[in-house]
């Protein structure tokens, strides 16, 4: 196997979506929808990511990896087990609902799966603002009372944020995200989402969302406190570092390159804006792209703008003591 990996994305409707990401990044949306997620890379039962060209064109990231594990993912990477990162881009018209993910003790019990995720803010309106955790003090009693009274603003932690900001968010923390963030959202490959608090919207069917009350507060860790934000810097550093990946920041001015060697990890590269090319292979990575660039091969990108990289990479080893 050789080459870059490059998929077709996978849009999903969702009532907080727009159509950002046709201007932004040049894609043709599906019409008349509006487009909160865009799935970049995955690999789930309902969802398969599918290769946008090359020699693989068309093939699967399942059949993929069960076809070529040990050049995609390495030596010791069971060809049974699902590419453990999605990669996704959200498009955050209206405000998200407040939700939870459960942490990997409670998952089984409440039939689902833990979901520690990143969130990259690629671009927001001076207004933008992300909820993350809870604000000193919060209990389990006072979150049910105000969630009540519907009042669970006074329970949360809200931040401004701007381009360029990041946060790990990690499962078991209660979290939403405001109204006009661009996100690139990395993270565990699972889909449970526990809304606990939907600002009373209605769905796209013009009903009340569906709630889960019952799992979001066995779900919430109630004595972590907020993640950090890593605010925006035009340095090289890292982002994220947790049990499931670890994510840096590389911005690379106009002629400069980054080399990733063969054989030693598969990788994930996120390009935020900009262009880069390599050499080897002729492709031209632009705003907007994710690739997963396999451990078999190495590859140098050099940048034909200045451009902002993320690489996401520790994934492929199974969880990591953080």
């Known amino acids: 196997m050789t080459g870059i990996l490059q998929f077709e994305s996978l849009y999903q409707e969702r009532v907080w979506g727009g159509r950002a990401l046709a201007d932004l990044f040049d894609r043709t949306l599906p019409p008349g929808r509006v487009i909160g997620e865009s799935w970049e890379i995955v690999d789930r039962l309902e969802a398969q990511s599918r290769v946008r060209r090359g020699p693989y064109a068309g093939e699967s990231l399942r059949g993929l990896i069960v076809a070529h594990g040990a050049e995609v993912m390495g030596p010791q990477w069971?060809?049974?087990?699902?590419?453990?990162?999605?990669?996704?881009?959200?498009?955050?018209?209206?405000?998200?609902?407040?939700q939870v993910h459960p942490p990997a003790a409670q998952a089984p019990a409440l039939g689902g799966e833990p979901k520690t995720e990143n969130w990259f803010?690629?671009?927001?309106?001076?207004?933008?603002?992300?909820?993350?955790?809870?604000?000193?003090?919060?209990?389990?009693?006072?979150?049910?009372?105000?969630?009540?009274?519907?009042?669970?603003?006074?329970?949360v932690n809200r931040l401004a944020v701007a381009a360029g900001d990041s946060v790990l968010v990690e499962s078991g923390t209660v979290h939403a995200i405001d109204a006009g963030n661009l996100i690139l959202e990395i993270q565990q490959n699972s889909d449970t989402t526990y809304r606990v608090f939907d600002w009373g919207r209605t769905g796209l069917d013009g009903k009340p969302r569906t709630l889960h009350r019952r799992e979001a507060l066995a779900s919430i860790l109630w004595d972590q406190p907020p993640p950090p934000l890593v605010r925006a810097a035009p340095v090289a550093a890292a982002l994220a570092d947790c049990a499931e990946f670890s994510i840096r920041r590389q911005p690379l001015a106009r002629g400069a390159r980054v080399a990733f060697a063969a054989g030693q990890q598969p990788r994930l590269l996120h390009v935020v804006h900009g262009r880069v090319g390599e050499a080897a292979t002729g492709v031209v990575l632009a705003g907007g792209d994710n690739v997963l660039l396999p451990y078999a091969d190495g590859f140098t990108f050099t940048a034909v703008d200045d451009s902002l990289l993320l690489v996401t990479e520790n994934f492929a080893s199974g969880p990591r003591s953080a």
Do not use: H, M, Y
């Not at 990162?85 to 405000?95: G, N, Q, S």
């Not at 000193?136 to 105000?146: I, K, L, M, Y």
């Open 121 to 155: 803010i690629a671009g927001a309106t001076p207004e933008a603002a992300i909820i993350v955790g809870l604000r000193p003090g919060v209990d389990r009693e006072q979150f049910e009372r105000a969630l009540d009274l519907g009042v669970l603003e006074t329970c």
């Open 78 to 98: 069971p060809v049974d087990r699902p590419f453990p990162i999605l990669v996704k881009w959200l498009d955050c018209r209206e405000r998200l609902s407040l």
